[in-house]
């Protein structure tokens, strides 16, 4: 039996060859595929993340009118914080919180203009900000979280109002820099 498989690979070792470079060459053609459609569908998730950050902001702002609520935060441009926005910041320290921020993420946004940090903020205090902040600090992070709570607030309006102290922050240290 040895022999007749010793002889098959003998007579036919350039077939054995292409085939195995066919294979290799499909199998790679197959991965370069996959990795181009990934790519493809990690960019539309992003861009579906950001349509749902700002879809999230703006049925808040509707829901705050149709209960009549005094809003956090004026739709000025730049946005602003509301004397009760500057109130819930005083209530939940933003400033301490979002200094170490501004140090951490001023590299990221050093060449920025200044509606593209704006939405920085927004994104990263939405989406990280939170994650981030129970690694490091949990105590703030259960602050935030019972302030909330407490105070019949969602989460989410919480963090427009540090994103909007962190823009403040980061644009300051672009300016001085």
Do not use: H
């Not at 790519?39 to 950001?50: A, H, P, Q, S, W």
């Not at 951490?104 to 990263?124: A, H, I, K």
């Not at 600090?137 to 979280?145: G, H, R, V």
Request: one cysteine or more.
């Amino acid at each position: 039996m040895e022999a007749w498989i010793e002889s098959f690979v003998v007579q036919n070792s350039g077939k054995i060859i292409l085939g195995i470079l066919a294979f290799m060459g499909a199998l790679g053609t197959l991965l370069f595929r996959a990795g181009v459609w990934k790519g493809f569908v990690d960019k539309g998730l992003d861009n579906v993340e950001r349509f749902m950050i700002d879809a999230r902001a703006d049925l808040n702002e509707l829901l705050r009118i149709v209960k009549n609520e005094p809003a956090p935060a004026k739709t000025s441009s730049p946005i602003l914080l509301t004397e009760i926005g500057l109130q819930m910041a005083r209530d939940i320290e933003a400033d301490k919180i979002c200094e170490f921020y501004a140090r951490l993420l001023y590299g990221t946004v050093r060449d920025m203009n200044s509606y593209e940090v704006q939405e920085f903020c927004r994104r990263y205090a939405q989406k990280d900000l939170m994650a981030e902040l129970k690694g490091r600090d949990p105590d703030s992070a259960t602050k935030l979280e019972l302030y909330a709570y407490n105070k019949g607030k969602r989460l989410f309006e919480i963090l427009e109002i540090l994103a909007i102290i962190l823009r403040d922050k980061l644009l300051e240290r672009i300016k001085q820099s």
